[in-house]
């Protein structure tokens, strides 16, 4: 009998499954469900439901319920062998947080096949809709969370980042503050991912140390509440929330809901889930220190794996728990896909011509620097919208297109600094990494190779990996990462970029030049 894994995604737009044959090394089955366009009748877009203020952003939870339903019937369809499935783990968007009555824990326990996932779990939920990580209306909130915990470097050594509007705290704060009959009405609070580990478990579900420590309530270090975090945040909150677990933590069996109504193994083992990004980490196999990933999309990001807790006391950049037990970091930079896209066509360019352009310029860029904060910045810190152009002429477009992306790869090697973390070679991913010569800058900057991959779904396959790492290890095997991932997650080969000596050097040198332009240019800023 093949050893199948189930992955789920609960993401912002879809509910993504994958299925992995373990002994085969290959994924058997992949498929999504878009909100939008399955589920029409909740009204969302893209995932979210907009309100009449721009800085809040929910989703409703019972979307989630009925695309689990929706998925599972899909799979039967498909004729994916459910029966075969030894352990199904999960991905959630970070930071969402589902608020459930008193009723919750009795009907998630008394699932009842016949009806529906909605139909059982319709009046279990104290708040309606659900802020995600869209969602940023809670700076006041920030602020006092902040202040109690010590400033933004007390807080982030001690919950792994500063706070944050999206972070799961400062959101329960502001529930408390602006609607306490609801707060009080909620006898637990869940994140996505442990919302959804709930229903397929039958039961509350802890939260994993991965997702837990994007709430600004968990110690980092010792991966446990912290009190003062949870009395700076709201009362009574500890016996809202459910236990934290590593996330190899298996829940318990499957619920009967779907051994009656979709056929899966009654033995089949239901794991904590974790966030998209700590299960990325595994779906990217970045499990040793010195892999690091950069998604190159809208914003970019720079995430990758930590053996050792260490923090941004400066408060930029985040500390999650990696899967594997020990810990992830990860850093987004606002201005990535969207400055690039600004610059080509300030200048009236196509990629081809941006490309053109890094090509005839050199590394260094004849110390021409600009800093491209056409968006206000999350790293480093700007409020204010601008760009800044140093030694660089506005009329040259070369030298404007190269500014750009030395500008942005700076930036990341700058403040990943804190990580303590030499990246041996970093995995491109996302729409810009298509581009090779912004890829070159990458390799050049950072003096590593860097290696382009497809990784639509890796946070599903990550989510499934992690259900097989869960079950071997709880069937007496000593599961080694490296052996659970090998396969899955090796780059395409011919996709490497090396980096070039000469270039490498330069950016050397070029870095603290870059470091000062940024320092002078915030502290006029103030
Ligand atoms: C991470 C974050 C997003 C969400 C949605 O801090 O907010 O990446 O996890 O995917």
Not at 90 to 103: F, I, K
Not at 488 to 493: E, K, L, V
Request: glycine share 8%; charged share 20%.
């Amino acid at each position: 009998m093949a050893k199948l894994f189930l992955g789920l995604d609960a993401s912002t737009q879809s509910l993504s499954a994958i299925v992995i044959d373990y002994d085969a090394r290959r994924v058997v089955y992949d498929r999504s469900l878009n909100f939008d366009k399955a589920l029409p009748h909740y009204g969302t877009q893209n995932g979210t439901l907009r309100s009449t203020d721009p800085l809040v952003v929910h989703s409703p939870p019972l979307l989630w319920v009925e695309a689990l339903d929706m998925l599972f019937a899909q799979m039967k369809t498909d004729g994916v062998p459910l029966r075969d499935v030894l352990a199904i783990s999960g991905s959630g968007q970070q930071h969402g947080s589902v608020y459930l009555n008193a009723r919750a824990s009795d009907a998630l326990a008394r699932l009842n096949s016949p009806k529906s996932l909605v139909d059982n779990l319709r009046g279990i939920f104290s708040r309606s809709t659900s802020p995600v990580w869209m969602d940023s209306s809670t700076s006041a909130e920030c602020s006092e969370i902040r202040e109690a915990l010590g400033g933004i470097k007390a807080t982030a050594r001690k919950t792994g980042s500063d706070t944050f509007e999206r972070f799961t705290g400062p959101q329960i704060r502001k529930l408390y503050k602006t609607e306490p009959g609801r707060y009080a009405e909620t006898a637990s609070i869940a994140l996505v991912s442990s919302f959804m580990a709930s229903i397929i478990a039958g039961k509350i579900a802890p939260i994993d140390h991965g997702d837990g420590a994007g709430m600004n309530l968990m110690d980092i270090r010792k991966k446990t509440w912290l009190p003062e975090a949870l009395k700076a945040t709201a009362p009574q909150l500890r016996r809202k929330l459910p236990l934290l677990a590593p996330s190899s933590k298996v829940i318990g069996k499957v619920g009967p809901y779907f051994v009656k109504k979709f056929g899966l193994n009654p033995n089949a083992q239901a794991l904590v889930w974790s966030g998209d990004n700590p299960c990325s980490v595994i779906g990217l196999g970045l499990i040793e220190e010195g892999m690091v990933a950069i998604s190159l999309g809208t914003s970019d990001t720079l995430f990758g794996y930590m053996k050792r807790c260490r923090v941004d006391e400066r408060g930029e950049g985040h500390v999650f728990g990696a899967p594997t037990g020990d810990y992830m970091t990860l850093i987004c930079f606002k201005n990535g896909s969207l400055a690039r896209e600004r610059i080509r066509d300030m200048y009236k360019r196509d990629w081809n011509g941006f490309n053109a352009a890094l090509a005839s310029t050199p590394p260094g860029n004849r110390a021409a620097i600009m800093l491209p904060w056409f968006e206000a910045e999350i790293v480093p810190r700007v409020n204010t919208s601008g760009v800044h152009r140093f030694n660089l002429d506005p009329t040259d477009a070369s030298a404007n297109c190269r500014a750009v992306v030395e500008a942005q790869m700076m930036s990341m090697r700058l403040h990943s600094q804190w990580m303590k973390v030499r990246p041996k070679q970093i995995l491109a991913t996302g729409g810009a990494s298509a581009n090779t010569a912004i890829l070159q800058i990458i390799a050049d900057v950072f003096n590593c190779p860097v290696l382009r991959i497809e990784v639509a779904k890796s946070a599903a396959l990550g989510a499934a990996l992690r259900a097989a790492h869960g079950w071997l290890f709880h069937s007496g095997k000593r599961p080694k990462w490296p052996d659970v991932v090998a396969d899955f997650t090796d780059p395409i080969p011919d996709n490497k970029i090396n980096p070039r000596l000469e270039a490498a050097r330069v950016y050397d040198m070029f870095l603290e030049r870059y470091a000062r332009c940024e320092r002078s240019t915030l502290s006029r800023m103030g």
